[in-house]
């Protein structure tokens, strides 16, 4: 990530994506998705199904990036560095709380601008308007899988963010509206089961993880083959 000078001569705004199970199994589905993970500048694993198909594939990974966990650790250096963030997505007023939380945990963290918006197309002179004025240097867009990832590579080559991320419901869990796993279910990657426990609705995007890793196993026969 670069200051806003280097920003200014970059073609367009960096496109960075967390990459979990379930992008997998869409980008194997939609060829849509799969030219936007293509065209991200970096996809950075987000979640032990991607780390563990990495290692079977024999290009092992150090470590998962998740959203909810970056957007602290990037939020940690902006403060530091004087990178200007803005917050887009979640509920209305959940981007509020979250910059507050953020700022004061981040003594120094400049957060330019909140909006809850939508992805959809009627509101993009809203936000870009907003943006605008708020001249980020980075922009966290919480607007869920897929629909934030599709709305960044479309809008990206007009954003004045020198990074843009995704980070699905970072937002919720920094606001404190949504509990993320306990700490033993995250380092015994379990966080799905916590999921699936506590918001019992999403169960049939759960149903995409027997799906991953049945593709994992046949792409790792086919090379063996």
């Known amino acids: 990530m670069q200051r ?14 967390t990459v979990n199970p379930e992008f997998i ?14 065209r991200a ?20 990974l150090r470590e998962r990036v998740t959203g909810s ?5 990037i939020c940690e250096r902006a403060s530091t560095r ?8 979640a509920a209305p007023g959940v981007a509020e709380r979250t910059a507050a939380v953020l700022a004061g945990r981040y003594p120094g963290l400049m957060v330019t601008g909140c909006y809850a918006g939508s992805p959809a197309e009627n509101e993009w002179p809203a936000i870009r308007a907003r943006l605008a004025a708020a001249a980020p240097d980075i922009l966290f867009v919480a607007y ?15 954003l004045p963010a ?36 506590t918001q019992p609705w999403r169960w049939r995007r759960m149903l995409k993880l027997p799906v991953f890793v049945g593709l994992v196993l046949w792409q790792n026969k086919e090379e063996q083959a």
């Open 162 to 197: 020198a990074v843009a991320i995704g980070v699905g419901g970072a937002f919720d869990f920094v606001a404190g509206v949504a509990q993320r796993a306990p700490l033993w279910m995250q380092r015994l990657n379990l966080e799905w089961l916590h999921r699936l426990i």
């Open 82 to 89: 004087g990178w200007r963030v803005f917050l887009l997505g």
């Open 144 to 158: 869920g899988h897929p629909r934030q990832d599709f709305w960044i590579d479309r809008h990206r080559a007009e």
């Open 25 to 38: 199994v869409d980008a194997r589905r939609d060829p849509n998705f799969a030219a936007v993970l293509a």
């Open 41 to 60: 500048d970096l996809c950075v694993p987000d979640g032990a199904g991607v780390l563990w198909a990495a290692r079977r594939a024999g290009q092992p």
């Open 4 to 17: 806003r000078a280097a920003r200014n001569s970059a073609p367009a705004c960096r496109q960075i994506c």
């Open 69 to 73: 966990d970056g957007i602290y650790r």
